[in-house]
């Protein structure tokens, strides 16, 4: 990728540094806030499940509508009946001015009964809600496209709807970046059989398969440039990721089925949160400057992928 492979060769150890590169990049990096993160989380973080969580993800739907509609983006409610109910993906653009590509930032919103998905996925929509902000001030050349996907923890028919429709059109999809758990930092990290990773949880992850090895490189690359005090653990997996099914249980998954490529960016969930899928995967769990250095990443890695205009 030509935009990642011009800044080989620099050693970035600070944003010192970075200032000298792109001025734009180091803006987007500055302007994401802590603050601003910590408010999303507040507002988002209680069951969201379609049981007896329903009225808050609904709630939840409505809080990142608004909050999209806020950055002045073009919003559309992708609404999907399963089981007899209807539910909705959020989804707002911004147009790029070549419209030939996009780029997407997704997250789901939904929890399992009985969590108030702090980690899983409160955190991952904050990130998503900090990127859409912060990108919003500048323009790009390929259309940024943000989406909060219900009903990941139900087999993920939302992003199934969303990708499906997205194949029959033939939508040019440049990369997605999945924000599937991002604010949980841990003392332990257990690893899968064959997989190299770091025994103490202080990593972030970037998963991809094979299509998606460029955006992986970028993501990790960008990080190393723009926060590198973030350590990032790469994997690329052969196929789609049958041979490890973990590494397939999130939204991205329909994305590399349909040939797309996409990046699942994680804390690892169950492989270092003790509070995944529990009441007790609350706020205070959370590590924000890390979840805040998360969602910096992602802002620059998706910026560059749409490519300043
Ligand atoms: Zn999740």
Same mark, same amino acid.
């Given at each position: ?154 087999? !993920?028919?939302?992003? %199934?709807?969303? #990708?499906?429709? $997205?194949? *029959?059109?033939? +939508? /040019?999809?440049?990369?997605? &970046? ?108 959370? !590590?924000?400057?890390? %979840?805040?250095? #998360?969602?910096? $990443?992602? *802002?620059?890695? +998706? /910026?560059?992928?749409?490519? &300043?205009?």
């Amino acid at each position: 990728m030509a935009l990642t492979a011009s800044f080989e060769g620099i050693a970035l150890q600070d944003l010192t540094q970075v200032r000298r590169i792109d001025p734009m990049l180091r803006q987007i990096v500055e302007a994401v806030s802590e603050g601003r993160v910590r408010a999303h989380l507040e507002a988002l973080i209680r069951p969201r499940d379609p049981y007896a969580g329903y009225t808050s993800m609904e709630a939840a739907a409505d809080f990142i509508a608004e909050t999209l509609r806020g950055c002045s983006l073009h919003l559309v409610e992708e609404r999907f009946r399963c089981e007899g109910r209807w539910y909705r993906n959020v989804i707002a653009s911004q147009p790029g001015s070549c419209r030939d590509g996009q780029v997407l930032i997704v997250a789901h919103y939904d929890t399992v009964p009985n969590s108030p998905g702090a980690d899983d996925n409160a955190s991952g929509v904050a990130g998503l809600l900090e990127v859409a902000g912060v990108l919003a001030r500048y323009r790009f050349k390929h259309d940024l496209v943000f989406i909060a996907f219900a009903l990941e923890e139900y087999g !993920n028919p939302g992003s %199934l709807y969303y #990708v499906e429709r $997205a194949k *029959a059109c033939d +939508a /040019a999809i440049r990369g997605v &970046f999945d924000l599937e758990m991002i604010g949980y930092l841990g003392q332990t990290q257990a690893v899968p059989p064959g997989i190299q990773a770091p025994a103490v949880g202080d990593f972030i992850g970037v998963v991809g398969n094979r299509r998606s090895e460029e955006l992986v490189s970028l993501f990790k690359e960008t990080a190393a440039m723009v926060v590198p005090s973030l350590p990032v653990q790469a994997l690329v997996v052969e196929g789609n990721g049958e041979n490890l099914p973990l590494v397939r249980q999130s939204d991205h998954t329909p994305f590399w089925e349909a040939g797309y490529p996409a990046v699942m960016i994680t804390d690892t969930a169950f492989l270092r949160n003790p509070h995944y899928h529990l009441p007790s995967d609350t706020l205070d769990t959370l !590590n924000l400057p890390f %979840l805040r250095q #998360v969602t910096a $990443a992602t *802002a620059a890695s +998706a /910026a560059l992928l749409a490519g &300043f205009a």
